[in-house]
């Protein structure tokens, strides 16, 4: 029996001695020793499936069972390092493409609420079940090993999106749900019926004002200076109304103009929170992948 310290598993060295002696027969009747030229001698083509043999060292030792007789006693040890590749495929990989994908998020507009929602929830949930599923393969132990510490930091990553856009959404003000679905074909506001109205209305009265204009000319030519007089008044009244209709024009123009201001302003920014998230997430991440690293592989 090997007696197996699983606290790195799955990044974890075994070593598993074996001792050969003799319980009924002491020094003096029977004496073990190791050859001198390759004393422990293991098959070539042996494949362990889960462990790679690293070394096989012997020792030589005299032990005082009972009786008061020495017992010799042969042991040798059989290091070994287990495989991970396993591991790699089916828990540590699936892990960390869980955790990126949750930061998809972090690109997908703030208002865009239901996406985000269910998008967090198929991580945590399918993070739930890979830690399940690893677990079931593991010996029964009372402590934590390397792998659960690993499983447990990922989902953690992956609740913290989750964390995160409850905060990026507390601070959305415009948009809370979907947003509003476009007019219907060939429904058109108010301003621009207003605006179409506006366009049409010179085209149709261009030959009109020529005419008058024209005819007001050769008036002011005929005519003395008593009817110069009244025709300049009219004049003056004709230029009056032109202005009046200029300025309601420019007031109007700059009345559209700010009701487009305060639609575009409604529209959410991106949020600050998300920016730094797409770089202090996956930062932080990869931190805690070197650090997990170098602490279980040379540190014991």
Known sequence: MCKMELRKYPLDEQNCPLHIGSFGYSTKDVTYLWRHDNPVEMPKDMRLSQFDLIETPFNYTSVNFFKGAWHTVLSVDFRLSRHLGYFLINVYVPCCLLVILSWV???INREATSDRIALGTMTVLTMTFLGLESRSDLPRVSYTTALDIYIAMAFVFVLATMVQFAAVHNYTKHGYGEPLPPPPIGHTTEDEDEEEHENLLPAKRAPGTRTARLKRQRALQRGGAA???GHSNGGHHFCRASMKRAASNVWKRITRISKKKQIEDQRN????????SRILFPLVFLLF??????FYYYMT
Do not use: E, P
């Not at 920014?269 to 730094?276: E, F, L, Y």
């Not at 992948?289 to 170098?294: D, E, F, H, R, W």
């Open 105 to 107: 998020a972090f690109w």
């Open 227 to 229: 009817q110069g007089h």
């Open 269 to 276: 920014s991106v949020s600050k929170i998300d920016r730094a």
């Open 289 to 294: 992948n070197v650090s997990y690293c170098l």
